[in-house]
């Protein structure tokens, strides 16, 4: 049995999403979410193929494994926003597809397609939309219920070239006037993850264009925008957060970091005052932060952080405190200080060999 069972199985099985508007586009989408119009959990349990693996009561979903893939098929749904910015809470579950897709981000995310027929189903014009490259919400309060939208928005429009509608961007407007700082900053940073890592300057340029950053906090301030793209790019391989270094400078107080992403930022205020007045200097300060930390530096000293990545990072000692010992010293804060010592030689002049350094350290001690 394999997955195409599955959509011969019933006419109520629907690709709802991202799915369909990814294969109007022609591109490929990562993952396969289904939407079946009745209880997909009741439904999941009728076929005599394939392994349930999870099951959510409350948003009438299953995880269905097959063929060694895992899919989630989702109950057609209606929800409400009791607490604004919040989760939804379920209204009800089993209902007809035309409310589901009401329930969703932009027109182009709520277009569905018949597994079995291959019918494209469009309540609400988001094949226009896709045609005009437009995003356009499907209610007023949207961005009310789930002010995360506002960056999906942002992440969609760079990765596809789209634009908000004008209804869409004055009800954004709207809602920048007046952020409600109750919201799940969970989801937000999730969004602002996503959308960063499309390492797009255009995804900084809009964020501080159309006063997206007014979601962080409420005494984030407009910022200067720097590029951040071409140092980013040039460096990809080393750095595991992308998204930090485009936002680390922003006011990112309500966003819980990981302890890597803290790291990341105290480092790099501390950097913001620290004596870089030599190489030395340099080399030491740089040398336990993390790039992402080196790459927000750069916005302000960006000479001196290419300076460190692109040449004094690649020297090293060629002598360690083994060769001391060897020489009959005992292990001593001296040690640290004259091996110090040699390598702010060694970083004047990169020609000192390894006979000259030891030489050196000898002098030293
Ligand atoms: N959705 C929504 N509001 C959100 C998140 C999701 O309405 N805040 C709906 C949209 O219909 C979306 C679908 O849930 O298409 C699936 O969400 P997700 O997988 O996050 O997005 P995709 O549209 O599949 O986009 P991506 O390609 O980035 O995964």
Redesign the pocket.
């Known amino acids: 049995m394999n997955i195409i069972n599955l959509y011969e199985k019933s006419e109520n099985l629907f690709f709802?999403?991202?799915?369909v508007?990814?294969e109007l586009l022609g591109k490929k989408?990562?993952?396969i979410?289904l939407t079946f119009v009745g209880d997909a959990i009741e439904f999941a349990r009728s076929l005599d193929f394939g392994e349930i693996t999870q099951i959510n009561e409350e948003f009438g979903s299953v995880h269905l494994k097959i063929d060694n893939k895992t899919i989630d098929i989702t109950s057609t749904r209606t929800e409400t926003y009791p607490k604004k910015g919040q989760l939804p809470v379920v209204d009800k579950i089993a209902c007809p597809l035309k409310d589901d897709v009401q329930?969703?981000?932009f027109t182009v995310?709520?277009i569905a397609k018949n597994c079995k027929s291959g019918e494209i189903v469009d309540y609400v014009g988001g094949i226009d939309d896709l045609k005009n490259k437009t995003l356009r919400v499907l209610h007023d309060k949207s961005f009310i219920d789930?002010p995360?939208?506002i960056i999906?928005g942002l992440?969609f429009a760079v990765r596809f070239g789209f634009e908000l509608d004008e209804h869409t961007k004055k009800l954004q407007d709207e809602y920048l006037q007046n952020v409600n700082y109750e919201m799940s900053f969970k989801r937000l940073k999730d969004e602002l993850t996503?959308a960063f890592k499309l390492n797009k300057q255009e995804v900084l340029h809009k964020f501080i264009e159309q006063n997206l950053y007014k979601l962080l906090s409420a005494d984030q301030r407009s910022a200067k925008e720097v590029q951040v793209q071409p140092l980013v790019d040039k460096y990809k391989n080393e750095i595991k957060n992308v998204w930090i270094c485009y936002l680390g400078s922003f006011d990112l107080s309500n966003l819980s970091l990981t302890k890597t992403e803290t790291k990341v930022i105290d480092d790099y205020k501390k950097l913001l005052s620290a004596d870089l007045s030599s190489d030395f200097k340099v080399y030491k300060a740089f040398e336990k932060v993390e790039i992402e930390s080196l790459i927000l530096l750069a916005q302000t000293k960006k000479e001196i952080v290419e300076k460190y990545l692109d040449k004094l990072r690649k020297i090293k000692l060629q002598i360690s405190g083994e060769d001391l010992i060897k020489l009959g010293y005992k292990p001593s804060r001296k040690f640290a200080q004259a091996l110090d010592a040699v390598l702010q030689a060694v970083i004047e002049n990169p020609t000192l060999n390894h006979a000259q350094q030891l030489d050196m350290v000898e002098k030293i001690m």
């Open positions: 709802v999403g991202g799915i508007r990814d989408s990562p993952d979410d329930r969703r981000d995310n709520a789930d995360t939208r999906r992440k996503d």
